[in-house]
């Protein structure tokens, strides 16, 4: 057994154990599983899960992965300058179900991506030879084989580490979270019998909206270490993705004392779906897919947007908290994290904005994406 493994195996019962004891009345096979997905991909149909269980929140959801499905991991860090930057991916998928990975016969792989405050950005990624992916209660562990890449998660999901330790690739470092805010599904809190599409065959699930991060890489021989925002969810199908994702925008961030998260997609057949989530001081205030709550928009490029449509340097965002009010959001990019030209964007970005015309909150920090696939 290797290093990386054992440490693995360590981290892994030293977490579980210290946040076990409110689950202390239930029998392990009740939240307990153990998953390996190799790297060769599975043939013939596999089965999807889009309904919510009591557990396994953050677990695998395909039976097996064959050559049109996908299942990924997302974890990422942005500190408040917006210039630095870490963003870890534990990808179960080829390209022909996620067509924005690199081409491999490998169904696992890892990727990398950062920024440094001196506007460098890069991306690292590597296929893996294999992955163990276990699930304690609604918290989830994974080892990447070969990359030499794991996170692990309390079994309550309030604490999740990721480490690398990929020397040869030119990253070793671990990410820290602790949660803000709580999960959800894309229409509703963590709770059993919920969807969990996001659109048609488009799972979502969203462990930590918001977390404090603590992040410290070496990458290519300089230090990337912050304190920061964090996040983490995950998203799957039993489909290709560019099946049924025409567009999206997606994000999260902080404001004042909110954590936001938005979701604003269109399918293939022209329907638009949304899912906006709030939370303040820690407890949920908000989490709709009501097509009026969340309305995301990019303030100078048109919508809905195709590949040729230039990319936006700043969004409206609009989101009904119910009681709460409603927040009107102003963001604007900061640093282009990926850029796959016509097609996709990541980016940190600042915000700014008030609840129902008061006091203009400033100095928010959001991490966000789009993705265009139409011609």
Known sequence: MNLMMKHFLALFVAITVSAITPLASLKRNDFASIKSIPSQVSTGNIVANFVSSQFGFDGPQLSAVNSTSFDWWYFDAVSPDLKTSIVVVFFTSLSS????????????????FYSFTNGTVGAIGVPASGAVVSTVADGSQGYFKGVEATWVGAPDMSYYQVDVNAPALGVVGRLKLQTKAPAHYPCDPAQAGKAMEISPYMGWANAMPDATADADFKILGSRLNFDGIGYHDKNWSDQPFQNNVASWYWGHGRLGPYSIVWFDAIATDGTEYVSGYAAKNGNIISTTCAPAALKVRPI??????????????AFSIVLDMGAEGVLSVNLTMEMTIVDVPGMYNRWTGSMVGSVNGGTLMTAGVAMLEQFKMLP
């Open 97 to 112: 179900g996620f067509p924005f990975i690199t081409p491999s016969p490998d169904v696992t792989s890892v990727a990398i």
């Open 300 to 313: 100078n490029s048109p919508y809905p947007p195709f590949i040729h449509t230039p990319a936006p340097d």
